[in-house]
């Protein structure tokens, strides 16, 4: 089973307002991903990180924000959030061995109204 | 045109027929993964293979590299495999992944 947690959720927020996405593994993974998907389409990678002050934009461009501070935790921020940001944005992570098992959090179901 | 594609689209399928889904990718990788998402969002890796066949109960996973393909059979389908079969590869020299849409199946009892 896999050690990922993602909090909230569920979450409604109104225009404007500031968002962080928690996201937290205790697998020791160097590797995590925040992936964002809308319903009935693919996954897209918005932000990655490959260890600890190691950040990078991913290929679907976002107005988010991460940080990584500590290995085990990848939050992910929106500062002022629009109805186009409403999605499912999903946490993983992986082993710094390519080609390893990923592991995904049960995902954060973001709505801006 | 995505770099993954996966058919079909959308399955019915009766409890305890064999079912097959398939993967098509058109880059080189080096590695694929079938992954199951349930209804709410949550994913959970099947298999991960870089050659050949790979078995789990009654989940099977292969991969022709060659024609790059990769097909995922379900042996006795059960309602409990009612979910979304997504493709995803690791394109080589990278470590990210590409996913395909993913395949909705549906198991009625």
């Known amino acids: 089973e896999a050690d990922i947690y993602q909090t909230p959720r569920y979450l409604v927020i109104g225009t404007g307002k500031k968002i962080t996405l928690e996201c937290s593994q205790t697998?020791?993974?160097?590797?995590m991903y925040w992936y964002q998907q809308d319903p009935g389409m693919e996954l897209h990678l918005i932000h990655y990180?490959?260890?600890?002050?190691?950040?990078e934009k991913g290929d679907l461009s976002s107005e988010s924000t991460v940080s990584r501070i500590r290995t085990e935790h990848f939050p992910l921020t929106l500062e002022s959030a629009r109805p186009s940001h409403t999605s499912q944005y999903l946490c993983?992570?992986?082993?710094?061995?390519?080609?390893?098992?990923?592991?995904f959090g049960e995902g954060s179901w973001l709505t801006v109204v | 045109k995505n770099e993954v594609e996966q058919s079909p689209q959308n399955l019915t399928a009766q409890e305890g027929e064999f079912i097959t889904i398939n993967c098509s990718y058109s880059v080189g990788i080096s590695a694929l993964h079938w992954l199951q998402q349930h209804p709410g969002g949550g994913i959970v890796s099947l298999f991960m293979l870089s050659s050949g066949k790979k078995k789990h109960g009654r989940l099977i996973a292969t991969i022709n590299i060659q024609e790059k393909h990769s097909s995922l059979h379900i042996t006795a389908s059960h309602p409990r495999d009612s979910a979304v079969y997504i493709c995803a590869v690791r394109k080589g020299g990278s470590e990210k992944l590409v996913f395909g849409k993913g395949m909705k199946l549906t198991v009625n009892p």
């Open positions: 990180s490959y260890g600890v002050n190691s950040t």
């Open positions: 697998m020791g993974h160097d590797k």
């Open positions: 993983a992570s992986s082993t710094g061995l390519s080609g390893n098992t990923i592991y």
